[in-house]
């Protein structure tokens, strides 16, 4: 069987959530999980469900190997998961498969190079934001939450839960 899992940070995202859904439609996925979560994010519940869903023999499908993965160590922890069960990973816009050895060295060296990249990134933008701050246009983030604390105060007052005031004053 194949299954597909689609994920996206935002709405905003130029690979989206539906062009992911009809890619893996169009490859014939029999049950797609799909979810709108950062990867940052410590819950992934659908991820999980696919994670937890997958049987022998099946095929879990991503249209990119960021829709999988956090990390190296993220990726080796759910192929882990994933070969425990014989369940192989396709993921389509690199066209690999790990149901060979070759798609499995494949992924493990396209994982070193996705994670030498994102550090690269972080590290320009450490560097852009000490020359920035530096040059005193760089403030930071605007502290939301400090210029809501009386409204917050009250909703908590209120007896409102915590994860409801931060949803109802977006913070």
Do not use: W
Not at 3 to 8: D, Q
Not at 50 to 60: I, Q, S, Y
Request: glycine share 4%; with cysteine.
């Amino acid at each position: 069987m194949l299954v597909g899992f689609a994920r996206t940070s935002t709405t905003h995202q130029k690979y989206s959530l539906e062009a992911q859904i009809e890619s893996l439609t169009a490859l014939g996925c029999d049950k797609i999980f799909s979810e709108e979560v950062s990867a940052v994010a410590s819950q992934r519940p659908q991820f999980d469900a696919a994670m937890e869903f997958v049987r022998d023999g099946d095929t879990l499908v991503v249209c990119s190997l960021s829709r999988f993965a956090r990390s190296i160590r993220d990726l080796t922890k759910q192929v882990d998961i994933l070969e425990a069960k014989n369940v192989s990973l396709k993921i389509l816009d690199i066209n690999l498969d790990t149901d060979s050895a070759t798609g499995k060295l494949m992924l493990n060296l396209l994982s070193s190079i996705n994670q030498f990249e994102l550090q690269l990134l972080h590290e320009r933008q450490r560097v852009g934001i000490e020359k920035a701050k530096a040059a005193g246009k760089f403030k930071g983030r605007a502290a939301t939450a400090r210029a809501k604390t009386d409204k917050i105060q009250e909703l908590l007052a209120s007896g409102m839960k915590p994860a409801a005031v931060a949803k109802q004053l977006s913070i």
